[in-house]
């Protein structure tokens, strides 16, 4: 068996994630306030539909700076993983609420295609352009961190925001030349697919990472065909492979191999994870080798035929021995 302890600290990376995230937040925060007030005035539901997403990035990034926090603390004996899933969880939650929310808006675009509303354009334009330059700004500034599935979905947050704003823009712009409200409604609906298209690849790595399965661009069969390619192994079973964290990969498995001395089987160990870490990055191993031509009784490694024979002989020897005495 061959294990890998998980480890964790206060780097100078999680150092300056933690500040840009709080940077981050403040500055989303006071748009949100920004957007709500003036879709309010302007009877825009583009600008309100930005307020809920901007609401929903503030969310976000909360949880990402609070995920961020509990990755960096060392494991414990209940957690002995550490918390290496506390960004995974935090990135599915961001972008099931996402989901939630693209969903709402676009029944309220449906309604607002049947029941158009006046908005003023000018109004929407001035406040969708700071929420450009801001958005804009974030994004660049998470992308330089965006290192795991986590921050990852921080920036896809905050890109779609700079889209979608830079959209709204447009849709002001259309209807301040056109006088056709409906620009608006079909503009949040363009919004909430954006929301919808950017959230659902998050959702399926984070759902597979929380369910254990297969990582991302890993293959079973080639990596059991690169063990088995290994000198001193005849096959790979029982093979797992699954995600501790978004960029932390484990492996379990059955290797057999012939009957030789532990000395020459610890060679063994030390290519088959030199593989995994070289070839597909997995850092954690656990390895059960089994021996051919040798089967396991009751915790100890003896060929059955071998224990057969004595216990036959055993009890032929006793079974003389007794008939002789009876004779004597």
């Known amino acids: 068996m061959h294990v890998h302890a998980a480890t964790a600290g206060h780097g100078p990376g999680e150092k300056r994630t933690s500040r840009v995230l709080w940077i981050s937040m403040l500055a989303t925060l006071a748009y949100v306030a920004l957007t709500l007030i003036a879709g309010l005035r302007a009877h825009s539901l583009a600008l309100l539909s930005e307020a809920g997403h901007n609401m929903s990035d503030f969310l976000a990034l909360a949880l990402s700076f609070v995920a961020v926090y509990f990755q960096t603390r060392p494991p414990t004996s209940q957690k002995t993983f550490g918390y290496q899933r506390a960004g995974v969880l935090a990135a599915f939650l961001n972008a099931a609420t996402l989901i939630l929310i693209s969903l709402w808006i676009g029944v309220e675009a ?84 954006l929301i919808l298209w950017s959230s659902a690849d998050i959702v399926r790595e984070t759902l597979n990472i929380l369910l254990e399965g297969t990582p991302r661009g890993l293959s079973l069969n080639r990596i059991r065909d690169g063990m088995e390619s290994v000198e001193g192994v005849i096959n790979v079973h029982d093979l797992h492979v699954w995600s501790l964290g978004s960029q932390s990969h484990a492996l379990a498995c059955h290797v057999q191999i012939d009957d030789i001395p532990p000395s020459e089987s610890n060679c063994i160990l030390l290519k088959i994870n030199a593989l995994a870490k070289e070839k597909f ?12 031509n040798c089967e396991v009784i009751h915790g100890c490694v003896v060929p059955i035929s071998e224990m057969a024979a004595d216990t036959h002989d055993h009890d032929h020897r006793g079974h003389a021995h007794s008939h002789a005495g009876h004779s004597h």
Do not use: C, K, Y
Not at 128 to 153: E, F, K, P, Q, T
Not at 281 to 292: K, Y
């Open 110 to 193: 449906i309604h607002r295609l049947s029941a158009p509303v006046t908005v003023q354009p000018r109004l929407m334009m001035i406040v969708a352009a700071a929420g450009v330059v801001m958005n804009g700004v974030i994004a660049g500034l998470l992308w330089g961190v965006a290192r795991d599935v986590n921050m990852r979905s921080a920036f896809i947050h905050m890109a779609g925001d700079t889209l979608s704003t830079a959209a709204v823009i447009a849709g002001g712009a259309g209807i301040l030349f056109t006088g056709q409200n409906w620009i608006d409604p079909v503009l949040s609906l363009i919004i909430a697919a």
């Open 281 to 292: 990055h997995i850092h954690h191993t656990t390895i059960q080798f089994e021996h051919a």
